[in-house]
């Protein structure tokens, strides 16, 4: 909006959810001057006995143009069930639907065969209504700026908020690998033909929240076709580019366009203090092809929803069902577990092996159950800052003075407690160890300011590198010699202390006490 502002406030000191602020705004000047406060991101307390959801509103579900036998009334609310099995699901959560935020969707079914270049999309004009009034003819190539415009227009809404992209359409066959910075994507599907399928250069598509296109040399024919998918930049198929999104992104839903565009409407104001309805626009055929739909819906949940007090590491059947004035449609559902990293080794202690090397002892997470039943590995870090910030050269098993190493396999197979040796380091220097748990679970950034780099439990010790006397012989065995005489046989033990073994000290008797 003209000569307006966004900022976006996270809260450092506050742990879970965050009531809204309270904006005050009786002193701004300018025509429907307003400010708005939008809940960006639900704060959690990021508990592995919490789950959070995300969904995508239906599409169809408005007083509009949608395809036939297609929903056509507003969502009213969702309600949510769980359970540990599919027989008996219980409600546990009931959302009115929010209509803040609408999404104004065209789209044309008959035009997904055309030729990319000539980029024909849905024509023509709309109406869009609120309360009892409707607007004028709105252009189905309607900028941001004009949607915007004409919803003003209406006497019950003083501002609003608009943006425009690209409408799409979720293929439902296509999931896909992809990674920041390559050039394409790599079929995840159990069948990989959805690229061939759907397909072709120049076709544009999104991926992660970003869009793109089908890079002009893609040859449907090619060896490579079904399995890899190269990007373009969304405004030109012959600029090749990388992916832009997340570092990784593993089956991950593809889009393709439907030919039109969504306008995303954000209500900063109304003449009301009712909750905000429904668009609607009246059924006229004012747009082509003959196929084409206007359809209205609310802002998709991302995270929006939190399960609480569920038992970690167990699987749980979760279905969504959507309501309109008819009642209850059909379900989505999905069945997954919450899980959490592992805790902290119950114990941790370290002791003096010799001037260049100390003996990590360490003991599991003392909790049962949970993530500490699935550890794969330990991470064991050194330093002497007790802040573990020495990083170049990267820390390793092998650097001088600080590390970082992964304990696994056969080393934590044993009966606790582990053993860890570290050594290259400096005589006489105290040295901070720290010790944590692995399993399937990444740990996760909690903290905004990068202060905090994760949320990995950590059990820390710390000790000063000094010479010792050797630990004991590892083995000693005798053998007969002849018959006043016996050899001893002497395996040298693991450490010498850090000064080289000068004699042996051996006892004898006949009798062991």
């Given at each position: 909006t003209e000569g307006g502002h966004s900022y976006l406030v996270t809260f450092l000191g506050i742990a879970g959810n965050v009531d809204n602020l309270i904006p005050h705004y009786s002193n701004l000047t300018g025509t429907n001057a307003v400010v708005k406060v939008i809940e960006k991101t639900i704060g959690s307390l990021a508990l592995g006995s919490e789950l959070k959801l995300s969904y995508e509103s239906p599409i169809y579900c408005s007083q509009s143009q949608v395809k036939q036998l297609e929903c056509g009334s507003p969502i009213t609310k969702y309600t949510t069930e769980i359970g540990v099995s599919p027989e008996g699901?219980?409600?546990?959560?009931?959302?009115?639907?929010?209509?803040?935020?609408?999404?104004?969707?065209?789209?044309?079914?008959?035009?997904?065969?055309?030729?990319?270049?000539?980029?024909?999309?849905?024509?023509g004009f709309f109406q869009i209504g609120y309360g009892d009034s409707i607007t004028g003819p709105i252009s189905a190539d309607a900028s941001a700026l004009d949607m915007r415009d004409a919803i003003e227009s209406l006497p019950d809404i003083n501002t609003v908020f608009v943006t425009?992209?690209?409408?799409?359409?979720?293929?439902?066959?296509?999931?896909?690998?992809?990674?920041?910075?390559?050039?394409?994507?790599?079929?995840?599907?159990?069948?990989?033909?959805?690229?061939?399928?759907?397909?072709?250069?120049g076709d544009i598509l999104r991926v992660g929240g970003y869009w793109y296109k089908v890079y002009e040399t893609y040859d449907v024919n090619d060896a490579t076709a079904t399995t890899t998918l190269p990007l373009a930049k969304v405004t030109d198929a012959s600029v090749q580019v990388a992916f832009e999104g997340d570092d990784v992104i593993t089956n991950e839903p593809l889009y393709i366009w439907a030919h039109g565009y969504d306008w995303s409407v954000t209500f900063l104001s109304v003449n009301s203090n009712e909750a905000i309805k429904s668009f609607y626009s009246p059924v006229a055929r004012g747009l082509n092809p003959s196929d084409s739909t206007l359809s209205i819906r609310t802002a998709d949940c991302i995270d929006c929803l939190y399960l609480k007090g569920l038992t970690v590491w167990t699987d749980y059947h979760i279905k969504i069902y959507a309501h309109n004035e008819m009642g209850k449609g059909i379900y989505s559902s999905l069945i997954f577990a919450p899980k959490e990293i592992p805790g902290a080794p119950a114990s941790l202690?370290?002791?003096?092996?010799?001037?260049?090397?100390?003996?990590?002892?360490?003991?599991?997470?003392?909790?049962?159950?949970?993530?500490?039943?699935a550890i794969t590995s330990y991470t064991v870090e050194w330093d002497i800052n007790d802040s573990f910030n020495t990083t170049s050269p990267t820390p390793s098993c092998s650097t001088v003075g600080y590390g970082s190493c992964e304990v696994t396999g056969s080393a934590i197979s044993v009966v606790p407690p582990y053993k860890f040796y570290i050594n290259n380091l400096n005589i006489d220097t105290r040295y901070y160890v720290r010790i944590a748990a692995r399993n399937s679970i990444s740990a996760q950034s909690i903290d905004p300011t990068g202060e905090i780099p994760d949320n990995t439990r950590w059990s820390i010790g710390y000790q000063t590198t000094a010479n010792q006397r050797p630990s004991a012989p590892v083995?000693?065995?005798?053998?007969?010699?002849?018959?006043?005489n016996v050899q001893v046989i002497i395996t040298?033990?693991?450490?010498?202390?850090?000064?080289?073994?000068?004699?042996?000290?051996?006892?004898?008797?006949?009798?062991?006490?």
């Open positions: 699901l219980s409600p546990i959560n009931v959302s009115p639907a929010l209509y803040d935020v609408q999404v104004i969707r065209t789209a044309a079914d008959s035009l997904y065969d055309e030729i990319y270049f000539l980029n024909r999309h849905v024509t425009r992209t690209y409408s799409s359409e979720k293929l439902s066959t296509c999931l896909v690998n992809g990674a920041r910075g390559v050039m394409t994507l790599t079929c995840a599907s159990d069948s990989c033909t959805c690229f061939t399928d759907n397909f072709k250069a202690i370290v002791e003096a092996v010799s001037g260049t090397s100390l003996l990590a002892l360490f003991t599991p997470p003392a909790a049962v159950g949970g993530g500490n039943d083995s000693v065995t005798t053998i007969v010699a002849d018959k006043t040298p033990p693991v450490s010498d202390g850090g000064v080289p073994i000068t004699q042996y000290f051996i006892e004898w008797d006949s009798s062991s006490g």
